[in-house]
């Protein structure tokens, strides 16, 4: 089972229904899609700046940020099923269907290590993927991606939040970052004819 996080800027791209389809027509019974927030997370953070509410708060809105991003997908793309929970995901990958992660259960009643900015939708995909057991994680940017970055570099220019690489480091599966344009190299590792980018 892979975990495939698209970037909240990639749903703002034309590209967007092109990964979405790339992920039904080759992700059924393998693949779950989780979703950043986009424009939507940059509404929280535009309100947080305006009224100073606190980071518990914020966070416990960026993930409804990400829920807007998916069913934006789901709309776009039908066939995506949507699951809140890891019986949920489960049981969409065992009828061989596209799964597309609701985030609810990562909101938080108190503050923790999730509950900041330092942790994005890049983070919180990582956590599922070791949750779930995954195989493989991939992450979908619209920023510029160097192949030969290591996660810890990626952290340190921004493509990545800061905590990702440390939380990535005991990961038992290949981690990919990829740009949006490269939906080639994302049909290739789905149809494993590509390899995964140095951890």
């Known amino acids: 089972m ?17 990964w ?14 989780v979703c950043g927030g986009g424009g939507f997370a940059d509404q ?3 309100a947080q700046a305006r009224w100073r509410f606190d980071d518990l708060a914020a966070h416990n809105m960026a993930v409804l940020a990400m ?6 997908a789901q709309s776009l793309q039908p066939r995506l099923r949507l699951a809140g ?19 609810m259960e990562s909101m938080r009643d108190a503050p923790s290590a999730q509950t900041s900015w330092e942790m994005s939708s890049d983070s919180l995909a990582l956590d599922l993927a070791r949750r779930l057991n995954a195989e493989r994680l991939v992450v979908v940017k619209s920023c510029s991606v160097d192949p030969g970055a290591t996660l810890a570099e990626l952290g340190q220019r921004g493509v ?25 190299r994302m049909r290739a590792l789905l149809l494993g004819e590509g390899r995964a980018v140095g951890a």
Do not use: C, M
Not at 67 to 72: C, D, H, V
């Open 85 to 103: 929970s890891q019986e949920q995901i489960r049981a969409v990958l065992h009828a061989g269907q596209t799964a597309l992660w609701l985030p």
């Open 20 to 33: 979405l389809d790339l992920l039904v027509q080759l992700g059924g019974g393998r693949v779950t899609l």
């Open 160 to 184: 990545l939040d800061g905590l990702f690489a440390g939380i990535a480091r005991d990961a038992a599966f290949p981690i990919d970052v990829v740009h949006r344009a490269e939906l080639g």
């Open 67 to 72: 829920a807007q991003t998916a069913y934006l």
């Open 2 to 18: 892979w975990v495939v996080k698209i970037g909240g800027s990639v749903s703002e791209d034309a590209l967007f229904p092109a």
């Open 44 to 46: 929280v953070r535009h």
